[in-house]
């Protein structure tokens, strides 16, 4: 822990107990209940001072705060003088809203974290196509990595962002995308598909493209020997690193920089030369350079009925290239892929007749095949071959014994994490009223996600192992301060978020309970018994005493024993 990180941390922490005990002491003095005292922390008091009738201070336990009120306690008198002006002399509705307000502060506090952080100059993705899925509405428009997206129905488009909350509210409607193809603008229509949840503020819909934010990293595949890339001396899984003199970080980038180049070009290249023959297991790199030349002008020529993507224009037919989506990374020796020759390189073309359009939907139709035979057909060297592939279930341990069952197929594609790229960012900044408008929508849907979170933990679909403490807040603070004031102030509003709900809930010694025991009052026409109150307070305890155990529990196993 180092003293910049301490000192933020102390931040976040003061700054959300003052919102959440300045709720509950201005709801206080609104109803003219008189506040003992004010306190930043619990226990012994560190510094403070008296302003009219109440005491402010800072206290040594920096977990929380609290609002002491004049008559808050049933077991001692009130002073003749602060007849009126208890706490438990008012009026139960008084009392909760008294109690809401605390929580309610903490709700509404992220409106302006948000809007300060929002108009901060920062920084947003570029709404570049990196990953387009296979059978989404992307990929059926035509879309392909290295487009970008300029315009959803004319609406400008500038930011990832922008783009998502563009396609969002079009679920199911036809809609007309613009973007740039290796320097010309082309457009397609497409049907965002639709998602639906629930949350516990009830039923989203969102539309979807069916594109991603992680692009491939500038890794080739070479599937013909004749081709320009083959004769420049390039082999599938090859890392070109830069075309000319323009450093290259993604295979978006790579189709982008490939579009404009009309004659011989020198690329750098960075090859992974496997140890353990075609297996492929374990690799080492190798450096070089070398000389390629598009077969035909760069330009990407019309878009047709029949026209190939870019991709497949500017990498295959000029130049001989192709992403490696299809082609497997690695053969486990003496695994049924193995035993039936795959090999490293090879690509997948078909899986039971069925032609597969990415990896990830051939390890779906594999895993609902199940235990049995598959016919698999896949391309080397340009020629086609048919094999059949008998995969099997198996059990394997992991590293704490744990046993899993697994269809045991024995080859893969590349997941290596060196192997992805996250596309480029652009400098973002929002004018005031725009800041204020993001801010205001950002807040529900932080909301909506916090309670089914909560909901999850409380069903048990989400392990208690999730739940954070005073460490986990540190670290995660530590992290966005280094990504910025602007993901801080972000995360500041999150936890806030969390800090109001958690506070809502009905649990003794909460503001919930407070709120709750104020509605059965306002019914019973009568307070709660002293006896009752007491119990309660107890069992309260022993909640807030286990939650926050298993919370410091959860640090010291993540954050202390690793």
């Known amino acids: 822990m180092n003293l910049t990180n301490l000192l933020l941390f102390a931040v976040l922490l003061a700054t959300l107990i003052l919102v959440h005990e300045l709720g509950h ?44 009120m004049a008559g808050d306690d049933p077991s ?99 809609t007309t995308v613009t973007y740039l193809r290796g320097g010309r603008e ?32 500038p890794i080739v595949a070479v599937p013909r020997a004749d081709s320009p890339a083959a004769k420049a001396g390039l082999q599938t899984f090859d890392r070109i690193v830069k075309v000319g003199q323009t450093p290259i970080k993604s295979y978006p980038a790579l189709v982008e920089a490939l579009s404009q180049v009309k004659g011989p070009v020198e690329i750098t290249v960075a090859r992974d030369v496997p140890w353990g023959r075609e297996a492929g297991a374990l690799t080492t ?3 070089f350079t070398a000389t390629l030349a598009p077969t035909e002008s760069g330009g ?3 878009r047709g009925a029949s026209s190939k993507t870019a991709d497949e224009t500017t990498l295959e037919r000029a130049f001989g290239l192709e ?28 899986l039971d007749g069925q032609p597969i359009l990415s990896f990830t939907t051939f390890e779906q139709l594999r895993q609902k095949k199940g235990e049995g035979t598959l016919d698999i057909a896949f391309e080397r060297g340009g020629e086609r071959f048919q094999v059949q592939v008998a995969q099997k279930k198996e059990t394997r341990r992991d ?59 409380v069903t048990r679909q989400l392990s208690a192992r999730n739940l954070g403490g005073p460490i986990a807040i540190y ?65 309260g305890l022993l909640l807030l005493l286990a939650l926050m155990g298993l919370a410091f529990w959860n640090d010291i196993v993540n954050f202390v024993l690793k």
């Open 25 to 68: 002491y201005l709801a206080a003095k609104l109803f003219r209940v008189k506040v003992l005292t004010f306190s930043i922390g619990f226990g012994p008091k560190l510094l403070g001072f008296r302003w009219g009738e109440t005491e402010y201070q800072l206290s040594a336990l920096p977990l929380g705060g609290y609002v002491k």
């Open 76 to 174: 001692e008198p009130l002073p003749e003088a602060d007849k009126g002006r208890g706490f438990l002399e008012q009026a139960a509705w008084k009392r909760a809203l008294i109690a809401f307000a605390g929580p309610a502060m903490n709700l509404v506090f992220p409106v302006l974290a948000y809007f300060i952080a929002f108009s901060m100059t920062g920084s947003d993705y570029a709404p570049l196509v990196a990953t387009v899925y296979p059978d989404q509405p992307a990929y059926a428009a035509g879309l392909r990595p290295g487009d970008r997206i300029t315009a959803v129905e004319g609406q400008p488009i500038r930011y990832f962002s922008e783009l998502q909350e563009a396609v969002r509210p079009r679920a199911e409607l036809e």
């Open 186 to 217: 082309l457009t397609a229509k497409l049907v965002p598909s639709r998602l639906e949840r629930k949350t516990i503020l009830g039923k989203e819909v969102r539309g979807l493209i069916g594109i991603g934010l992680t692009a491939r990293a």
């Open 285 to 287: 790199w190798e450096t």
């Open 300 to 302: 990407l020529g019309e």
């Open 323 to 350: 992403p490696i989506d299809l082609y497997l990374f690695s053969v486990e020796e003496g695994s049924p892929a193995w035993e039936a020759g795959l090999r490293r390189g090879d690509k997948l073309v078909e």
């Open 399 to 457: 590293e704490f014994e744990n046993a899993h069952e697994l269809l045991n197929f024995g080859a893969r594609d590349d997941r290596r994490p060196e192997s992805y790229a996250e596309i480029e960012k652009v400098p973002v900044k929002l004018s005031m009223g725009q800041a204020f408008v993001k801010a205001v929508r950002v807040l529900p849907e932080e909301i909506g996600q916090t309670l089914s979170s909560i909901w999850m933990l």
């Open 475 to 539: 670290h995660v603070a530590a992290q966005s301060a280094e990504a910025g004031g602007s993901a801080f102030l972000r995360l500041m509003g999150f936890i806030s978020i969390n800090l109001g709900l958690l506070n809502l809930m009905p649990i003794p010694l909460l503001d919930g309970f407070h709120i709750l025991s104020a509605g059965i009052e306002a019914v019973r026409r009568r307070p709660l018994s002293e006896n009752t109150r007491i119990a309660l307070t107890y069992v």
